[in-house]
């Protein structure tokens, strides 16, 4: 299955050129647990009215604070990675990453490193497997603001989202162009949404980013001496744009027979295109080792088998079910499987259309009655969305000729409309459907409407 | 004299009203006055601590005064961690042991004198002056929680808390004559101390009797929701147990055929007490010493002053970063030269490339010892040795020679990176110098109350306790 409005390009980028665009991708997830990582603050940076106002000596690493593990957080990284196919360790542990930053209140970061909980899933997408290499737990930093105090240029902390859970997913470098990394994050985001275990809002920073992207001769098997590492990505769309670019560039850098730099580059919206921010050329030394203030972690079958029972009905089976218990073409289906609230909404329809014999819609007409929705559908109950479909069928019902009429009056006027439609855009034919739906005030049925339309137009 | 109380009798004699309040904590003040300015034990006094002790009379601990560790944290008193880098710094939280003490009845009288960052086992390293030997001026009190054992041995306070990363209770409570209990690790909190070697790091009572340090470590043990490496476990129990006596006990003698040890009085001192504890019906052996793990026998010490060192380093490395200079005021140039070896020692045994070597090598090594004590504690209830190869080194001698601490040490740091618990009771006391030896008990995991067994009854048969006479 190949959704058409991906274009042909989602394979590979480059193919044409003899050459294969290599990406993996690390991706971090702030959890919205109502407490941080290690302590009880509040896990709200974004809703905080003031800096530093969720804080306590855990957080801030004072002098002989320690942390305790939040259950809530693991238990949430072990769904996503049951969720992702992966396979769940029975027995991890925290590590401190040793690096030097302001925002870093003890000098370590607590995470993960040769036992993280999940390792080896995988992300099914039209354009190929993503295998995950490992998902792990971790500790957010504090957040760094320039500003200037009493005339003075000065660099203040603001530790609010210090110590937030934040989950660290890792893929294998399956990922062959821009649009199957696109492809993939949204698969993965709808995830993260079903389970409930995130915002995964990338404008506030609760989703991250960072592709890793190299070139290599379609030719050669072997992965390429270097990557280059994409920073400060807040879309999916960027996340293409950037793997296009960078795709181009280094391979405009190979044909000239010179081998890109390893190192990280920032990606900058207005251009498109991606700069250089700094070499990589030695990895750091980030000194691992097993935080001695956290007992290692031991998860039992049956507990892993509990977090699993709270694994709701994920998108691609929920899709499935539908298309075939409710006849949805794989389109709505799609599309009414978007939030899990969504489809849940969409059932609900149609249990209360089922339940009223008389007046009963198909789930068809009740899918594309939500697709077609103008605003939130928590504006709407399900009572009323069955209701307002009862009163247009009323309305909709309506002399066909009227139809006819209104259709023909509407060609006449509409005449750079109909040049359009002939001369192949036949994008117009909704606005034409539009046009005539004015003349009618309102009423008469879309499809019929655009039958007609479609008939007299030839 | 009511400064010589001990921790039992002045509250029992509180409690029945035969003495007040304002009489203990004057005579106390005025020793603390008298003797001081001189050894240098305090860094900081509460001046409110009587008013405070008033209204704890019906508290287990009826408001006795008790000396602190400069490493755990106050919210009424700085707390320094005898380092200039935290001069001045005032905690916005109590450490859970200071909390529960207070909680209890207890009244933090001052902060005392340690080892910069407990980096050190003779209070030379601090940043504040070094602590003398109330026993004998020119001699070092021990350390790092030599001020707190210097505290309990001149009577400026009742009891104190210290706390040992590998010897720093014990070692100072032999050197000063009185009673230094470490317990299992995990058995009391860390959270609020500031941090050493996070993974063997034990706050721990020092007092004047076997007794009284039951009664503290009853007070400050268990699980705290603050401190995800102490389990839910059962109370120690260990004042009801001290008296049962140490008939059936089997009770090992360890490292007495060490070379630094043979024929030497501390190792009579111990062979001594294998004879009193036969007398009482114990089973007492010598556990021969051996270069393997090896059933019945104890593994050689020697390793573990390296996996100590090794595994100590990189975790102080680690737990001294956050004082950056970009939060706590004072920059980190001004780090004491021991802290600055300890990092640079720590950084190189975790660097890529070195780790494996190092720190991964140390920790399969402490699990051999971890091994050894499973066995020899399913042979014996208590294993006994001298806590230090001799009596207190002279102020100075420990200069110079960054692994002064860890051959002091060395008897202890087999049982402290194995977590066990252990106590130092005085042995002998040398007439000529007035310096005291200590004798080590150690018990397995979580069965402190057999080490406290076996050290009241030494307490109570030997000579050696002054403040019992």
Known sequence: MKPKALGTNGENNSMENGYTTIVGMEIHVELATNAKMFCSCKNDPFGAQKPNIYTCPVCLGMPGALPVPNKKAIEWTVKLGLALGCEIQPYSQFDRKHYF?????????????????????????????????????????????????????????????????????????????????????????????????????????????????????????????????????????????????????????????????????????????????????????????????????????????????????????????????????????????????????????????????????????????????????????????????????????????????????????????????????????????????????????????????????? | MLHKLTLSSAIKKLKKKEISHTELYTDIETQIGKINPELNIYLSLDKQAIKKAEKLIDKPLAGVPIAIKDNFLTRELPTTASSIVLKDFMSAYESTVTDRLQKEGGVIIGKTNMDAWAHGSSTETSDFGTTKNPRNQDYSPGGSSGGSAAAVAANVCISAMGSETAGSIRQPASWCGVVGLKPTYGRVSRYGVVAMASSTDSPGPIGKTVEDTAILLEQIEGHDSFDATTPEKEPSRVAEHMKKGVAGMRIGICYSDHANLKNKKVTEQIFAAGKIFERHGAQVSIVPVSDTVEKGKILKHDYAIGVYTVIQRSEVSSNLARYDGIRYGVDRSNLGPEAKRRIMLGTFTLSKGYADKYYIKAQQVRQLYLENFRQLFQDFDVLISPTTPSYAEYIGAGKDNPMFGELEDMLLEPTSISGLPGISVPCYRDEKTNLYLGMNIVSAWWQEEKMIRAAYLYETESAWNEWRK
């Open chain 1, 101 to 458: 930053y302001p925002d870093l209140a003890k000098g370590y970061q607590i995470s993960q490193y040769d036992l993280p909980f999940c390792r080896n899933g995988k992300v099914t997408t039209p354009f190929g497997d993503v295998g995950i290499t490992r998902v792990h737990l971790e500790e957010d930093t504090g957040k760094l603001q320039h500003a200037t105090v009493d005339g003075e240029k000065v660099t203040l902390v603001d530790f609010n989202r210090c110590g937030v859970p934040l989950v660290e997913i890792v893929t294998e470098p399956d990922i062959r162009s821009g649009e199957h990394a696109k492809i993939f994050l949204k698969k993965l985001h709808q995830i993260i949404r079903y389970l409930g275990i995130s915002t995964a809002d990338m404008e506030k920073g609760s989703m991250r980013l960072e592709p890793n992207i190299s070139v290599r001769k379609s030719s050669d098997k072997v992965l390429p001496s270097y990557k280059v590492e994409v920073k400060n990505i807040n879309s999916f769309n960027f996340v293409k744009k950037a793997i296009d670019f960078e795709t181009t560039r280094q391979i405009g850098l190979l044909e000239k027979g010179e081998i890109p730099k390893q190192e990280t580059r920032g990606y900058v919206e207005a251009t498109s295109s991606t700069i250089s921010q700094r070499s990589k050329e030695e990895a750091a030394d980030y000194r691992y080792f097993p935080d001695p203030d956290i007992p290692p972690i031991r998860l039992t079958t049956k507990q892993i088998e509990e977090i699993a029972s709270t694994i709701p009905e994920l998108p691609d089976t929920k899709k499935e079910r539908f298309i075939k218990e409710y006849g949805l073409s794989e389109q709505a289906a799609l599309a009414v499987c978007e939030e899990k609230t969504l489809g849940d909404y969409f059932e609900s329809c149609v249990s209360l259309s089922q339940a009223d014999a008389k007046n009963e819609f198909s789930p068809t007409a009740i899918a594309k009655k939500i697709i077609n929705r103008p605003g939130e559908i928590t504006e709407e109950s399900p009572q009323e969305l069955i209701e307002q479909m009862k009163k247009n069928q009323l309305e909709k019902i309506i002399d066909p000729t009227l139809i006819q009429e209104s259709v023909i009056k509407t060609l006449s006027l509409q005449e750079k409309a109909v040049n359009d439609y002939k001369n192949g855009k036949t994008s117009v034919l909704m606005f034409l459907v539009g046009m005539v739906k004015r003349e009618l005030q309102g009423k008469g049925d879309a499809t019929v409407i655009e039958e007609e339309l479609r008939k007299r137009l030839g």
